[in-house]
C-alpha cells in the first residue's frame, strides 16, 4: 500500500488541447483517466497566437499534406474552426463528465503554444495528447521546452489517444534514491488495476544490482508485488526496446521516468516512445 | 361322332420326379456360380465390361425380377476386383482465379494425406506466422521502416524550417495542413508588425514564403511516394517473414509430394499465396476468425476464416479403401446427385460459396469403374438423363446446377475445372423403355451400344434341372433358409414350369422364387419341420393364390349363382364358351366366357360387336377379322357371301383383346349358320388362320383351369371338357386336381389342329371334306354351311333384281342431248 504522502495524488488532472492536436480522442482518454483516478479534469484549449497571426497575413497560404495544394489561410475562417472545434469539446467533456462522475471545467485561451502551460494553471498532472505537434514540441528538454516543463510542479503525461491509456505500468530506475516515479506508477498501477514493472537501468552490473535491490526494498516495505528487469541502454531506442521485452511484446504500457532523469534530456526520447507505443508519464 | 382323343393325364403336367434328384437336401449342393439361363445377357454384360471404346455402355432390359441387377451387380464387382483402384481427385483453390476451382489428380489414396496434410500446415502456420511477426527481429525492422518514414518526414520539415528560420520565416501548423510566416524573436509577425517592416523586407521575405512554399509543396508531393516506398519495404519484410516461417514446413511438404508434379505445383502457388496473405494468419491468430460480426458466425457454424479456407483441400474422390474399380449403385439419381453440387453456406443472410463447398457425385465415385442407374427413375429426375448424356459425350463432369446450365441464376457463381471420366454406365430397365429410347432418343444407340438381354424362361431339360436345383440351394443359404428336400426341390421346378407358362421351360424369375422360398420356409417353421419339403412349397404357393384370388373367386361365385351365364350342360346353336384370361398384377386367372353368334342375310358383313362399341382391341378384329377372311376362302369361292354376322361376348363389361377366342367365335358363327348345336359342355380356345388351322394362344392353363372350376363346382359329369390348340400341348402344366380329374375321365382336353376337328368336338356332327367342285358330302357340317350361305345368296340375288320399270309419264325427262 502507498501512503498518501508518499505520491502526490492526481488530484486535478490539466489536459492541454490545440487545434492540431486530435481533440476527441485525447478528451476520452483523459476523461477515463480522471474518472477512473477520481480527479477533476481541467481542459484548456489553445488558440495559437502564432496560428491567427498566420492567418491573418494575407500572403500566407495554408498548404494540405495530402493534396500539396495550397490555399488561401483566411484568419475569418480560421477563428471560426477553433470556435467550432473548442465547442464541440466542450460539450463532449460535459457529457462524458456527466456519464463518468467527475468534476470539470473547459477554457479557451489565446496564447503561444509555449504559455500554454502556465495559462493552464496548477495541476498535479497535466496531459498532452499526440507527439509532434505544436504542444509537444514546446516540452522538449533544452531550449524553450526544459524551461516550460522545469516551471511546472507536477507530472507531464505525454500519451497517444489511440491507444486510450492501457496496460501496464512500467517504472524505469535510472537512478538511486529516485523513488518518487515508483511511488506515482505503483499507485497509478493500483489505481488501474495494471500490472507494475521495473526497469532498471544501469551501465554497470553492480549499480543495477544496487538498483534493484533497493527498489525490491521499497517494494517489500510497502507489500506490493512487480517484476523486475534490467537493461543496460540508455539511449532512446536501446530503453524502447527494452521496455518492449520486460512486456513481452505487448503494445501498450505507461512508462514513469522521474522528470528529473537525465535519460529524458535524449530528444529522440518521446518520438521513440510514441513510435513504441508507450506513453510516457514525467513524475514529480 | 369325331374320333379326337382327348389327352391322357401325363400330358397335362410334366413331373419332376423326386427320385431323379442326386441329393437328399439342398444342403448337399454347391454354391450355383454361373447365372442360370442368362447365357446371352451375360455375354453382352462381359462384352460391354471389357470393351474400351466409347459409347459402349449397357443397357439392361428384361423383366422385373429376373436378377438384372444382382447378376450384373455380381459379374462387375468380380471384375473390378481385379482392376486398378481409381485416382482420387480433389479440388483446392485456384489462386490466380478463385472463381474456376482447381481439379488435381492424385493417386489412389493420396488425396486424404494430402488434405491432412494442408489442414496440418495451416495449424502449424497459425502459430509459426504470428510467432515470426511478433518477433524482435521483425517488430525491430518494421518499426525501423515506420521511423525511417516518419524520420525522413521530420527531416524534411526540419529542413524546411531551418531554411525557413535563416530566412525569417516559420513553419506553422494549421489545423488542416501547414503554413509559412515570417518571425521575429521566435514568434510569427501580426500583420500591424509585418506592415511596419520596410517595404523591400516585406518583399523579400513575401518571396522567400513564396519560394519556401514552392519547395513545401515539392516536398509534400513526394511524401506519397515515400509512404509506397515504406509500404512496399514492410511488405518485402512480411514476405521476407512469411517466407521464412512457410519456407521450412513447405519444403517438408513438398518432400512427401516429389513424385506428384501437379501437387508440387499446387504447394508452390500455395507458398506464394502464403507469402502474399501471411495477414490471414495474423487476423486468425488475433481474434480465432478475425474481428467482427462475420467471424462470429463463421466460428458458430465451425468454418476456417475466408482466407484460411483457401488452403483447404477438397477430396472429391477418396481410394484409400478401394479394393480394385468402384461400382457404384446411384439409387436415387438426381442431377446433384449424379454430377454433384455446389453448397451454400449463409453468411449475414446472403449464400456464398467456395470450391470447399463442391460435393461429389455418383459419376465422380464410380470413375474409373462402373456406375448402374435405374432408367426409370434416371429419366424421371429433371435433366440428369441429359446431363449423363452429356457427360458421356464429353468424358468430363462439370458440377453445375440445373438453373446455372439453363441460364436461370446469373450470380456470381463458381466454375469448378472439369474433372476427366472415365466410367461405365449400366442402365437397367424394362424391354420397353429400351426400345422405345432406341425410337426416340437419337442420342441412345451411340451412347448405349450394348443391350443385355435377360431372359425369363429357360429350357428345363436333365442339366437345367440340376443347375435349378444348386440355384435353390444357393438361394436357401443367402437367404439363411432352411435346406429343402428333393420333392421341395421337384415341386419347385415343377413350379418353376408352371410360372413360365412351358413344359418344357424354367422360369428365371429369380425374385419370384426367392420369395417362393422364404415363404416355404415358412411353413415349414410352422410346422417345425427341419427341411423344406413338397407340401411346404405347395402350401406357400396356395397361400400365394390365396392371397390374391379374390376377384377369381369373385366370379367364380356369380357364375356359380347364375349371374353370369354360362351353362355347362346342353347343346345351343350359335352359343359357345370360350375363354379369356385376366391379369391381376402377377397373378393371372381364367375366365369362362359366353360367345355368341347371329346371322342373317346381308352383304359379306361380319360385325365385331365388341369392337363397334369400342370394347375390343385391335388384335380382337383382327381375329375377327381373320375369321370372315375364313368364311369367305371356304364358302365364297362361287358365291357372294351374302351374310351379315354379329359376334359378342356377352356380358363383357370391360375391354377385350388378342385373338386367342377367334377359333371360338368361328365356331359360334358356322354352328349358328349349321344351326347345329353346339355342347355346352365344352369350352374352347384357340386363334385361327384363314385356312382353319387353330394357333397357340397364351394362358392356356389358367384357361382350363378357369372351365374346369365352373365345372367342378356344379359337378363334373364326365361331358366337360375343354378344345385347346394343339401347339399348346406343351405348354401344359395344370393344377393336380384338374390333372387327376382327366385321370378319371371326368374332365377332358381334347387338342384341336383345326377347326372342323374343333367343330366335330362340339357338334357331333362330321364337318366333311370338300370334293374336287368345291361341294361338301350331304349331312356333314360344312354341307350345312354351304346351304345356309347358298340360301342366303339367292335371298340376296332376288332382292337385288331390280324392280320392274314404271312407264314412263308425260311428265319425263329426255335424257339425251
Known amino acids: 500500500m502507498i501512503a498518501p504522502d508518499e505520491v502526490r495524488a492526481f488530484r486535478r488532472i490539466v489536459l492541454a488541447i490545440d487545434a492540431t492536436t486530435d481533440g476527441t480522442l485525447v478528451l476520452d482518454a483523459a476523461a477515463a483517466l480522471a474518472a477512473r483516478l477520481r480527479a477533476e479534469l481541467a481542459a484548456v484549449f489553445v488558440e495559437d497566437l502564432d496560428l491567427l497571426n498566420s492567418a491573418d497575413l494575407p500572403f500566407v497560404l495554408q498548404t494540405s499534406p495530402f493534396t500539396a495544394a495550397s490555399q488561401v489561410f483566411d484568419m475569418s475562417a480560421t477563428e471560426r474552426e477553433l470556435r467550432t472545434l473548442a465547442g464541440q469539446l466542450r460539450r463532449r467533456l460535459a457529457a462524458e463528465a456527466e456519464r463518468q462522475h467527475f468534476a470539470w471545467s473547459f477554457r479557451v485561451v489565446r496564447c503561444r503554444a509555449c504559455e500554454a502551460f502556465l495559462e493552464a494553471g496548477e495541476s498535479d498532472l497535466l496531459v498532452l495528447g499526440g507527439s509532434g505537434r505544436a504542444l509537444l514540441r514546446h516540452l522538449r528538454p533544452g531550449p524553450g521546452g526544459g524551461a ?103 503494445r501498450s504500457a505507461t512508462t514513469i521516468v522521474d522528470a528529473d532523469s537525465p535519460l529524458l534530456e535524449d530528444p529522440a526520447l518521446l518520438a521513440a516512445m510514441d513510435r513504441a507505443g508507450y506513453d510516457l508519464l514525467m513524475a514529480r | 361322332m369325331a374320333d379326337l382323343k382327348s389327352l391322357e393325364a401325363e400330358a397335362l403336367y410334366a413331373r419332376c420326379d423326386p427320385a431323379s434328384l442326386s441329393f437328399e437336401t439342398t444342403a448337399e449342393l454347391q454354391d450355383l456360380e454361373e447365372v442360370l439361363g442368362q447365357d446371352r445377357a451375360v455375354e453382352s454384360v462381359h462384352f460391354a465390361a471389357g470393351i474400351k471404346h466409347d459409347g459402349y455402355n449397357l443397357f439392361a432390359l428384361g423383366p422385373a425380377g429376373t436378377g438384372k441387377h444382382s447378376v450384373i451387380g455380381e459379374i462387375l464387382r468380380r ?39 494442408m489442414q496440418r500446415l495451416v495449424d502449424e502456420l497459425r502459430a509459426a506466422i504470428p510467432a515470426a511477426f511478433e518477433s524482435e527481429d521483425y517488430t525491430a525492422r518494421a518499426r525501423l521502416i515506420e521511423e525511417e518514414l516518419k524520420e525522413r518526414q521530420e527531416q524534411a520539415f526540419q529542413a524546411l524550417d531551418e531554411q525557413a528560420g535563416e530566412r525569417g520565416i516559420t513553419l506553422v501548423r494549421t489545423p488542416t495542413g501547414f503554413a509559412l510566416a515570417p518571425i521575429r524573436d521566435g514568434a510569427v509577425l501580426t500583420p500591424k508588425q509585418f506592415n511596419e517592416l520596410p517595404q523591400e523586407e516585406q518583399e523579400r521575405l513575401k518571396k522567400e514564403i513564396e519560394s519556401l512554399q514552392e519547395a513545401l509543396q515539392e516536398k509534400l508531393r513526394e511524401f506519397p511516394q515515400w509512404a509506397r516506398e515504406a509500404r512496399e519495404k514492410v511488405r518485402a519484410l512480411n514476405q521476407e517473414v512469411s517466407r521464412y516461417a512457410v519456407g521450412h514446413l513447405m519444403e517438408e511438404l513438398r518432400k512427401c509430394y516429389e513424385d506428384l508434379p501437379e501437387v508440387l505445383e499446387y504447394l508452390d502457388e500455395v507458398r506464394s499465396d502464403l507469402i502474399d496473405k501471411a495477414h490471414e494468419f495474423l487476423q486468425a491468430a488475433a481474434g480465432g476468425h478475425g474481428p467482427g460480426p462475420e467471424a462470429a458466425e463463421l466460428q458458430q457454424a465451425g468454418t476456417a476464416a475466408p482466407g484460411l479456407r483457401a488452403y483447404e483441400v477438397n477430396v472429391i474422390v477418396d481410394a484409400r479403401e478401394a479394393e480394385g474399380a468402384p461400382v457404384v449403385y446411384e439409387d436415387n439419381p438426381t442431377l446433384a446427385n449424379l454430377i454433384g453440387r455446389l453448397e451454400h ?91 422405345l429410347l432406341c425410337a ?23 442339366a437345367t434341372v440340376s443347375l435349378y436345383a444348386r440355384q435353390i440351394a444357393t438361394m436357401a443359404r443367402r437367404e439363411e433358409i432352411r435346406p429343402l428336400d428333393r420333392g421341395g426341390v421337384a415341386r419347385v421346378i415343377e413350379h418353376g414350369s408352371r410360372l413360365a407358362g412351358d413344359a418344357e421351360r424354367l422360369s428365371v424369375h429369380l425374385r419370384g422364387l426367392a420369395d417362393l422360398l422364404r415363404e416355404a420356409d415358412y411353413w415349414a417353421d410352422s410346422g417345425k419341420a427341419k427341411v423344406i419339403g413338397a407340401q411346404h412349397v405347395q402350401q406357400a404357393i396356395d397361400a400365394q393364390i390365396r392371397r390374391a384370388d379374390r376377384l377369381r373367386e369373385r366370379i367364380q361365385e356369380e357364375i356359380n349363382r347364375g349371374t353370369i351365364l354360362i351353362d355347362t350342360e346342353g347343346a345351343v346353336p350359335g352359343r359357345i364358351n370360350g375363354l379369356s384370361v385376366m391379369q391381376l398384377d402377377r397373378y393371372s ?78 365356331y359360334a358363327l358356322l354352328s349358328a349358320l349349321a344351326d347345329a348345336p353346339v355342347k355346352q359342355s365344352l369350352a374352347v380356345t384357340g386363334s385361327v388362320n384363314q385356312y382353319g388351322q387353330v394357333q397357340a394362344i397364351g394362358g392356356v392353363n389358367e384357361k382350363i383351369e378357369g372351365f374346369f372350376d365352373v365345372c367342378a363346382a356344379r359337378g363334373l359329369n364326365g361331358e366337360q371338357g375343354v378344345l385347346i390348340p394343339e401347339a399348346n400341348v406343351k405348354h401344359l402344366m395344370l393344377r393336380a386336381d384338374v390333372v387327376e380329374a382327366v385321370r378319371k375321365k371326368k374332365f377332358h382336353v381334347y387338342p384341336v389342329a383345326t377347326i372342323d376337328q374343333g367343330i366335330e368336338v362340339l357338334t357331333g356332327v362330321p364337318a366333311g371334306e370338300a370334293a374336287a367342285d368345291g361341294s361338301w358330302p350331304e349331312g356333314t357340317f360344312n354341307a350345312r354351311v354351304a346351304a345356309k350361305l347358298d340360301a342366303y345368296a339367292a335371298a340376296a340375288r332376288r332382292y337385288a333384281r331390280p324392280e320392274p320399270a314404271e312407264e314412263e309419264g308425260e311428265g319425263a325427262k329426255e335424257t339425251k342431248p
Not at chain 2, 441 to 462: G, H, Q
Not at chain 2, 657 to 663: I, K, L, W, Y
Open chain 2, 589 to 666: 386367372f381364367g375366365r369362362p366366357t359366353r360367345i355368341t353368334a347371329s346371322v342373317r342375310l346381308g352383304r359379306d358383313e361380319v360385325v365385331d360387336i365388341e369392337r363397334r362399341v369400342e370394347l375390343g382391341g385391335p388384335l380382337h378384329s383382327k381375329g375377327v377379322l381373320i375369321l370372315a377372311g375364313f368364311l369367305g376362302g371356304r364358302f365364297a369361292q362361287s358365291r357372294p357371301l351374302s351374310l351379315s354376322a354379329s359376334l359378342v361376348f356377352e356380358q363383357s363389361y370391360g375391354g377385350v383383346d388378342g385373338d386367342s377366342a377367334s377359333s371360338t367365335e368361328l
Open chain 2, 345 to 435: 453456406i449463409s453468411r449475414f443472410g446472403a449464400l456464398v460459396t467456395d470450391f470447399t463447398l463442391l460435393r461429389p457425385g455418383a459419376l465422380h465415385r464410380a470413375n474409373g469403374g462402373y456406375l448402374l442407374l435405374d432408367a426409370r427413375r434416371l429419366l424421371m429426375q429433371p435433366f440428369a438423363y441429359e446431363e449423363l448424356k452429356r457427360v458421356l459425350r464429353s468424358s468430363e463432369i462439370h458440377i453445375e446446377s440445373a438453373a446455372q446450365s439453363l441460364g436461370l441464376i446469373s450470380t456470381v457463381s463458381l466454375e469448378p475445372e472439369p474433372i476427366p471420366v472415365d466410367v461405365k454406365i449400366v442402365l437397367f430397365g424394362d424391354r420397353q423403355m429400351y426400345y
Open chain 1, 148 to 250: 516550460a516543463v522545469a516551471r511546472r510542479q507536477g507530472s507531464v503525461l505525454l500519451f497517444n489517444p489511440s491507444r486510450r491509456l492501457a496496460g501496464p505500468v512500467v517504472v524505469v530506475q535510472d537512478r538511486a534514491g529516485m523513488a518518487r516515479a515508483l511511488a506515482v506508477g505503483a499507485w497509478l498501477a493500483e489505481a488501474r488495476g495494471e500490472e507494475l514493472v521495473v526497469l532498471v537501468v544501469a551501465a554497470a552490473d553492480a549499480e543495477a544490482q544496487a538498483l534493484e535491490e533497493e527498489a525490491r526494498a521499497w517494494l517489500d516495505r510497502r507489500g506490493l508485488e512487480a517484476e523486475l528487469h534490467r537493461t543496460r541502454s540508455a539511449d532512446a531506442q536501446g530503453l524502447c526496446d527494452a521496455i518492449t521485452r520486460c512486456l513481452g511484446g505487448r
Open chain 2, 79 to 117: 471384375r473390378a476386383a481385379g482392376e486398378a483402384a481409381p485416382a482420387d481427385w480433389c479440388y483446392v483453390n485456384n489462386f490466380s482465379d478463385p472463381q474456376k476451382p482447381r481439379a488435381l489428380k492424385l493417386p489412389p489414396g493420396r488425396a486424404a494425406p494430402l488434405r491432412e496434410d
Open chain 2, 440 to 462: 426416340y432418343d437419337p442420342d441412345f444407340e451411340s451412347l448405349f451400344k450394348v443391350p443385355a438381354d435377360f431372359e425369363d424362361r429357360t429350357l428345363r431339360d436333365d
